[in-house]
């Protein structure tokens, strides 16, 4: 890894555990909550401790002036709700738009599975090589997911392996996928890829859910989060980034985690 690669790496995370907070979602279902004014929420993660936010690159100059020194990914691909397929990810940009908005990193996601995996593993090769002339460290978003994989299903852990070591093979620097439910599944997941491994949040539950699911991941020797809705969109974006925080950085649990943040357990 060049030296370039290595201080971006840096800049995304703290001593190799990461706490990403995406927040594309516009793109992808318009302004919700805590995206109308994503000024103020941004500025309030960074300061729970986030590590990095992540949008898409058309919003960067309302990124850099409130993420407190916080890294930036760019991502760069997407499609929306109301669309055909919300599973048909289409290039938003190319590094160097990313580069000229100032980012740390670059991300894509892939549907691994699904019918249009051919087309994504060709746009994540390609992304990785032109990434790597610039020493830019790529996120690969992957997920397994398609007509022939169910998340219930006992071995739904290997079709996530499977998924995490696909963008190690493609010459991803990180990856994030979903959790698989428990560290015991999960920890097949980690052990998949050389890659550091960071899981997705999905739609809100409960913070002591939430923090409950960051601990079992870490567990199973996660990297760390690239947690979206579950943050941006809690009442208090900047409590709950900072009882992530306290999980990934601090190794502290679920209800020290709860405590250090000031959330109050929900019944």
Known sequence: MNAGKRTRLDRIGTDEKYVIVPMDHGITMGAVKGLKDIESTIDA???????????????????HPNKNDAGYIVHLNGSTTIGPDENDKRMTGTVEDAIRAGADA???????????????????????????RYGLP???MNYARGP??????????????????????????????????DAETFQHVVESTSLPVVIAGGARGTDEQTLDMVRGAMDAGAAGVSMGRSIFQHDDPEKIARGVASVVHDDASAAEALSDAELAAEL
């Open 45 to 63: 993660i960074t300061r729970g401790g986030a590590d990095a936010v992540l949008t898409q690159r058309g919003i960067a100059d309302r990124v």
């Open 106 to 132: 670059v991300s894509v996601h892939i549907n691994v599975g699904s019918q249009y995996e051919p087309e994504q593993i060709e746009d994540l090769a390609a992304l990785t090589s032109e990434a790597e």
């Open 138 to 140: 790529v996120l690969a």
């Open 148 to 181: 022939d994989i169910d998340p219930d299903d006992d071995d739904y852990n290997q079709a996530v392996g499977h998924a995490v070591r696909l963008a190690e093979e493609l010459g991803a620097d990180l990856v994030k996928t979903g959790y698989t439910g």
